[in-house]
């Protein structure tokens, strides 16, 4: 557990948290990426603006970041034709589940939905298994 | 306060979040799911804050009518666990396993992190769109738990 940083995770789910909590006191909507990007390709009067604004400021405060701090280390292992597969199954399964890591691991698990706790439970189940079977089985 | 600039600061925290975090690279995300590798406990930090202080706001939203600046809250309706719950949330975490991407991370860091990133995205939107097309014929009423 060498790679382990308690603190900054924690910090940056309160922040995480924090932005779910404001949408909803504020605005009442879920803070739901997949929901959110999925609400602009069905768009709905009244529902496009705000969602627009959100996504400008998920992407405009990583950049913002980048620019100043330099961007943050990240590695990818992913070839291209897995990162197609994935994005695929990654697009399609969130809008059928209907909510990925925050909709349903966040703002559903803070509301205690039973269907968010059933969706966190078995995305990340899949995801563990899908890890073990590529890093342990088939890479050994 | 209008409903665009609180949903700006709301993505602006939200992206904030996601960098401090470190939930931007794939590898930490893959060295939490690898329970059996090199564990990375990060991600359960990340995710057991942020559902506290999603929960303080739910909590005191739920002495109020109406949010603060909207005349409604609009949250989910549904209640029972259904089919499409089910397989959806199974091929979304295949998917997140496979690379390490889930919507927010690869949205929050596509402009600065690389072509494999972009690509990603670009799949995945298409992957949500096919959902909108297909959606009215894929069964939505089956047994419910």
Not at chain 1, 103 to 129: K, N
Request: charged share 10%.
């Amino acid at each position: 557990m060498d790679n382990f940083t308690p603190v900054s995770a924690a910090v940056g789910g309160a922040l995480i948290g924090l932005s779910v909590a404001l949408l909803w006191l504020a605005s009442g909507r879920i803070a739901g990426i997949s929901g959110i990007i999925g609400g602009l390709i069905k768009p709905q009067s009244g529902e496009v603006g705000w969602r627009i604004a959100f996504l400008v400021g998920l992407i405009g405060a990583p950049l913002v970041y980048a620019i100043i701090q330099g961007a943050p280390p990240l590695s990818i292992e992913a070839g291209y034709g897995t990162l197609i597969l994935a994005g695929l199954l990654v697009g399609f399964g969130t809008r059928l589940g209907g909510g990925c890591t925050s909709g349903h691991g966040v703002a559903g698990l803070a509301r205690l939905s039973r269907r968010s706790i059933t969706a966190t439970g078995l995305f990340l189940l899949a995801a563990a298994l899908t890890v073990f079977l590529a890093r342990h089985v088939f890479e050994g | 306060m209008n409903r665009t600039l609180i949903a700006l600061v709301s993505g602006l925290l939200f992206g904030l979040g996601l960098v401090v975090s470190q939930m931007v690279n794939p590898e930490k995300v893959l060295n939490f799911l690898d329970v059996s590798g090199n564990w990375d406990p990060s991600l359960a930090f990340v995710m057991g804050a942020a559902v506290l202080a999603a929960a303080l706001g739910f909590t005191l939203a739920k002495r109020r009518q109406a949010p603060l600046y909207a005349p409604s809250f609009s949250g989910p309706t549904k209640t029972k666990v259904d089919a499409r719950l089910v397989v959806g949330s199974l091929i979304f975490g295949t998917g997140w396993g496979l690379v390490g991407y889930c919507p927010g991370p690869v949205l929050a860091s596509f402009l600065w992190a690389g072509a494999p990133a972009v690509v990603f995205l670009v799949a995945m939107l298409v992957g949500m769109a096919a959902f909108s097309i297909t959606d009215k014929y894929l069964p939505r009423r089956t047994k419910s738990a």
